[in-house]
């Protein structure tokens, strides 16, 4: 799968080890940055992420700050996204499930390497189930839509 990558200050370490675990699966990673611990403004690094994903030249996003919750707010503004914030196994399996998410979205400062690796193992290997999920996911379609 090709793969971007991006993080903050508060993410950088574990989009490094992130990394080196996709990189070991074979994946194609792209990483958007940043690059060092300095402090840096979360969007700068949600958006071209989101913009990878959603004009489809690379297949999936994850982006890390302290919480996730800047990173995830962020790239859910671009049309197309479907960017989810996990902490838990059973998140990261429904998520993919249930809302077919294109980008994750985790917190540096709420869950240790470990997790977050099985994370994103279990998102990366889950299908969209389709069905009903699907009629949903079109109501979302619509809101952006509405919303431009
Ligand atoms: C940076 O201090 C912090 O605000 C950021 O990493 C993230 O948690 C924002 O949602």
């Known amino acids: 799968m090709k793969i971007a990558l991006g993080a903050d200050h508060g993410g950088f370490q574990l989009k490094e080890e992130i990394k080196a675990m996709l990189q070991s699966m074979d994946h194609e990673v792209v990483d958007m940055g ?3 611990e300095q402090s840096v403004d979360y969007p700068d690094y949600a958006l071209p992420v989101a913009e990878k994903v959603a004009s489809g030249e690379l297949d ?4 890390i700050c302290g919480t996730g919750i800047g990173m995830s707010i962020a ?5 197309g996204v479907r960017c989810a914030l996990v902490h838990d196994l059973f998140s990261a399996k429904a998520t993919r499930e249930h ?4 980008v994750l979205a985790m917190g ?7 997790v977050a690796q099985e994370i994103v193992k279990i ?3 889950t299908e969209f189930t389709g069905g009903r999920h699907s009629q949903r996911l079109e109501k979302i379609g619509n809101i952006e839509a509405k919303h431009v």
């Open 123 to 125: 998102w990366l290997g």
């Open 75 to 79: 790239a859910n503004k671009v049309k």
């Open 34 to 36: 940043c690059d060092c």
């Open 108 to 114: 540096a400062r709420v869950i240790g390497p470990g």
């Open 60 to 63: 999936r996003g994850i982006l």
């Open 99 to 102: 809302n077919d998410s294109n």
